[in-house]
């Protein structure tokens, strides 16, 4: 089991794309600040992806410009082709840029236009056109542990997916239960073979949504398969648009939670987080589905 963890918060991008109320870029720019006042050092802020596909994210130049530069913290932005690309390396503020990669042909087609290798080469093209702008570049491999339309994701072809992609060089690679169908076994089994595949050198991350209530454990196999971060969203919102029934990202709180009562090291305070949830509640005029911004942390702590 690992000792420590990074923790990506994803609210801003991931945990708002899929709200129906909209959201004014001021309140996108305080969820980002309130943030940083938590102690996060990476921070999902937007997407760059076509406005009447997500309209949430059309702001996100807006938003881009409106960000602290403190010098300690590492924007990302979610880009889905080469124009994703173009768009967030003008910002002149995202740091990083997040490639999306499905790894079921037909969640593909209906998220990017692209079956699995078509988006494997974009992906690749993207990675490498992002080093050559100096902007970081990771990728996530979308509907890893299942697809709403496929149903069950062969792990030989999910690793494949993540060795392919490991040659154009991320910064990091990520392994998302897009629609939360994964659970622990599968979690484990899952990282052990991809880490065996591309080997030690490219870090892991997890993406996990909590639409069957299991993603804190799914986070528990993925620390102890030594992933080194983790994505979580304040108030446990979130939703990808183009997987159906799906609900929120593993809750920020929820999983501080459980690594402070396990005495694993990260960054980010649960209090301000709580209290963030909280405010959210108010952005999108309903109660967060976390359970920590609920119940509180631990008695007389």
């Known amino acids: 089991m690992r000792t420590n963890v990074t923790l990506m918060e994803v609210s801003p991008r991931d945990g708002l794309q899929n709200e129906a109320t909209e959201v004014s870029t001021e309140d ?27 309209p949430q994210m059309a702001d996100a130049e807006a938003v881009c410009a409106g960000l602290p530069q403190r010098g300690d913290v590492t924007y990302t932005g979610l880009v ?14 995202i740091d990083e840029v997040g490639m999306v990669v499905a790894a079921s ?3 593909g087609r209906e998220n990017q236009g692209q079956d699995v290798d078509e988006s494997v080469a974009v992906g690749q093209e993207v990675l490498a056109d992002a ?12 509907v890893a542990f299942g697809c709403p339309f496929e149903g069950e994701v062969d792990l030989d072809r999910l690793v494949d997916v993540a ?41 892991l991350r997890a993406h996990f949504h909590d639409t069957r209530n299991t993603a ?17 969203s304040i108030g446990g919102i979130g939703g990808c648009p183009f997987a159906p029934n799906a609900t929120g990202n593993v809750a920020t709180e929820d999983l501080i939670y459980m690594l ?19 405010w959210l509640e108010g952005v999108l005029h309903k109660p967060m589905p976390s359970s920590l911004s609920r119940a509180g942390g631990f008695p007389g702590e």
């Open 163 to 203: 060795v392919r992609l490991s040659e154009a060089g991320p910064s990091e690679i990520a392994l998302a239960d897009t629609i939360g169908v994964g659970v622990p076994g599968q979690v484990d089994a899952a990282f052990r073979a991809v880490r065996d595949a591309i080997g030690p050198d490219i870090p």
């Open 28 to 54: 996108k720019l305080s969820l980002v600040h309130r943030a940083l006042d938590a102690g996060f050092k990476r921070i999902e802020v937007t997407s760059f992806v076509h406005p009447k596909r997500v």
């Open 131 to 142: 080093r050559a702008a100096g902007v970081g570049a990771q990728v996530t491999i979308a």
């Open 105 to 107: 042909d037909t969640f």
């Open 260 to 278: 402070n009562r396990m005495n694993i090291e990260h960054d980010a305070d649960f209090d301000a987080v709580v209290d963030t949830a909280k």
């Open 216 to 232: 804190i454990a799914n986070a528990y196999a993925a620390l102890n398969a030594d992933v080194s971060v983790l994505d979580a």
């Open 80 to 93: 889905l082709n080469r124009r994703g690309l173009d768009r967030a390396v003008a910002t002149g503020q």
